[in-house]
């Protein structure tokens, strides 16, 4: 037995269930608000993310799967989506708004624990060319409505603003001023941090007590950046979102500016334990090498924790379990079970030559929610229908079965 590599999971049966009704209610979500589907390259230019992301960063430092290909090409498993869709933004000649939705997984070298895989999935959505702050709002929202749907409890939201570069410049040098003042106290990480991104500093679990007193970009927003927050919290306002102020939430990776935010779910409590994160990210296009500004903002929910968070059971898998208690109707069956595929239901059927005992056996297994007998009444245009959570039953006119599996 070969068992499957440290941090990576095979996602079966019945947990799986729940996966698609996650990957489907994404989809349908994304498709609902206009944005189109990306498929995305797992594989890219090392420099890709060096640049976008950030050198300086942990996935950057410490995570990534890089290798050098049989060209001599540096490559790496993409640790994220973000720098990719707006690489491929840049190289499609993109102008203009973009509204994109991907799904697959993303690879970091994580020391691997409860929700923290070194393969894990996210699902992505992206609105890349828009600087208008009604764009952090539908992203929100859409996160929010996404999570909400599939029945996730307790979920909160996190917010901040960490400014623009302009305002960055004169905040940061007063938080260096400050954690300079208690660096023989802080944690080797944030110690080092000081010189080259002291605002990471302000997230460090190790170091909260000391920065509980730090200067906050919130306090230090230029007017600009102030208004674009104003109109965001504005925006969510309207939307009916419940939202934190968190002044110390800064995200782990470089490109982002002005709005940030996280998801968080009381179902969902681990060492890292956020659900989604994203903001948004005006410098990354010219850090990738765009010759243009190109603003953008997007957010990437992690399908792994989100499936530790879902209500079970899942939705019954099927709509209909088909048995057949009379042999000779087998045939006549299949052709039945074809056509109600066809239109749409969801359904599944032993192929009748059982007992009707181990079909039933079979429908239980199955997940559906009602088991149609096609038995004696057949002749007369009809079937017996159960609904195996009640019990009820009762015989159906065989057009009418798909009302009936829609009440
Ligand atoms: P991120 O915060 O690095 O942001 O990841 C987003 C989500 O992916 C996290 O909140 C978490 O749910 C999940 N996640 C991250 N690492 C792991 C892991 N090792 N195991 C399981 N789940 C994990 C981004 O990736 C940005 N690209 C988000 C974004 C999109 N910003 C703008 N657009």
């Known amino acids: 037995m070969i068992p499957r590599v440290k941090g990576t999971d095979d996602i079966l049966p019945p947990e799986s269930a729940r ?33 976008g992301v950030g050198a300086g960063t942990d996935v950057v430092e410490k995570q990534m799967y890089t290798f050098e290909d049989q060209g001599g090409r540096s490559v790496t498993l993409r640790p994220e989506f973000t720098a990719g869709i707006v690489r491929a933004y840049l190289e499609s000649g993109g102008t203009g708004v973009m509204k994109l939705a991907a799904a697959g997984p993303q690879f970091r070298y994580e020391q691997p624990q409860k929700g923290r895989r070194r393969q894990f999935y996210q699902v992505d959505l992206e609105c890349v060319g828009d600087p208008d702050s009604r764009a952090d709002v539908e992203i929100i929202e859409m996160s929010h409505r996404l999570l909400t749907e599939l029945g996730v409890p307790g979920v909160t939201l996190q917010l901040n603003s960490i400014g623009d570069a ?35 500093v302000l997230d460090s679990k190790a170091d909260a007590a000391l920065v509980a007193a730090a200067p906050v970009p919130l306090d230090h927003l230029g007017p600009e950046t ?24 800064v995200r782990g990776l470089d490109y982002y500016n002005r709005t940030v935010f996280e998801f968080y779910s009381t179902a969902f409590e681990a060492a890292q334990s956020a659900l989604g994160g994203g903001g948004r990210y005006d410098p990354l296009a010219e850090l990738v090498g765009s010759r243009v500004p190109v603003a953008g903002v ?44 066809a239109s749409g239901h969801r359904v599944d059927w032993t192929g009748g030559d059982r007992s009707l005992k181990a079909q039933f056996k079979a429908a239980d297994r199955s ?29 159906v006119d065989i057009e009418e079965v798909g009302a009936w599996l829609n009440r």
């Open 226 to 249: 102030a208004a674009h927050f104003a109109a965001v919290r504005a925006g969510l306002e309207e939307a009916g979102i419940a939202y934190e102020i968190a002044p110390r939430l």
């Open 298 to 341: 997007g957010v990437a929910l992690g399908c792994d924790r989100i499936v530790a968070a879902m209500p079970e059971p899942a939705p019954p898998r099927l709509d209909l379990f088909v048995a057949v208690a009379t042999p000779v109707r087998s045939g006549a069956a299949g052709a039945w079970v074809r056509s109600l595929r």
């Open 367 to 395: 997940g559906a929610a009602v088991v149609a007998i096609v038995g004696d009444e057949w002749d007369a245009g009809q079937v017996r229908l159960k609904r195996l959570a009640t019990g009820e039953e009762a015989a």
């Open 19 to 51: 996966w698609r009704a996650l990957l489907r209610g994404f989809d349908d979500l994304a498709a609902r608000y206009g944005y189109d589907l990306a498929v995305m390259p797992v594989l890219e230019s090392t420099e890709l993310f060096s640049r």
């Open 166 to 200: 302009a305002d960055r410049s004169q905040y940061r040098d007063l938080l260096r001023d400050y954690l300079r003042g208690v660096a023989g106290e802080l944690s080797p990480d944030s110690r080092r941090r000081i010189d080259d991104n002291p605002l990471r």
